[in-house]
Antibody
């Protein structure tokens, strides 16, 4: 059974850096073709793709947030960490991590973690 | 980035109705299109990949079609557990952008 769980602060102040950890089980991030991604969802709004890290340490970022995001992995700990700098109230959202998998050129996020709500307020 | 536009943003339907949701890409994405279902307070659930292939365990009343820029998700006979918000996602290029969502409500 594959599971993922997000952890991190529920409240951060404006200008602070957010650090979120995705701890997963049931798969290895050293397996070819596998990745872990981060997606967020502001309250009542749509999903937004943030970042993705592949088994070979290739990293991809949201175009609009690229300057603020860093994604890293610790394969031995089965963890992926996302940092987002200079947090603003508009960054208030539920942050999800999800396994990126598939075959050939077809990929998808499945399964997803339960999500963690991060509020940005002074 | 590739923009994904869903329509309608919401719809009201009754149990047993046939429901169709549209997703349009700002450029051709071949068949690199996924669909997800999200219920209130829950994480999205993966439904369909490659525009028309059902993930294992997804009821056959769900179907997807399309290629290029225009795609549809159809629920052939809406069930009570299908009331949710549906999102499309393109995986042709990164970032793998999502559509704005379509909320399916009870009529």
């Amino acid at each position: 059974q594959i599971t993922l769980k997000e952890s991190g602060p529920t409240l951060v102040k404006p200008t602070q850096t957010l650090t979120l950890t995705c701890t997963f089980s049931g798969f290895s991030l050293s397996t070819s073709g596998v990745g872990v991604g981060w997606i967020r969802q502001p309250p009542g709004k749509a999903l937004e793709w943030l970042a993705l890290i592949y088994w070979d340490d290739d990293k991809r970022y949201s175009t609009s947030l690229k300057s603020r995001l860093t994604i890293t992995k610790d394969t031995s700990k089965n963890q992926v960490v996302l940092t987002m700098t200079n947090m603003d109230p508009v960054d208030t959202a539920t942050y999800y991590c999800a396994r990126w998998a598939g075959y050939q050129l077809l990929n998808w996020f499945d399964p997803w973690g339960q999500g963690t709500l991060v509020s940005v307020s002074s | 980035d590739i923009q994904m536009t869903q329509s309608p943003s919401s719809l009201s339907a009754s149990v047993g109705d046939r429901v169709t949701i549209t997703c349009r890409a700002s450029q051709s994405i071949s068949s690199n299109l996924n669909w997800y279902q999200q219920k209130p307070g829950k994480a999205p659930k993966f439904l369909i990949y490659a525009a028309s292939s059902l993930q294992s365990g997804v009821p056959s009343r769900f179907s997807g079609s399309g290629s290029g820029t225009d795609f549809t998700l159809t629920i052939s006979s809406l069930q009570p557990e299908d009331f949710a918000t549906y999102y499309c996602q393109q995986t042709y290029s990164t970032p793998g952008t999502f559509g704005g969502g379509t909320k399916v409500e009870i009529k």
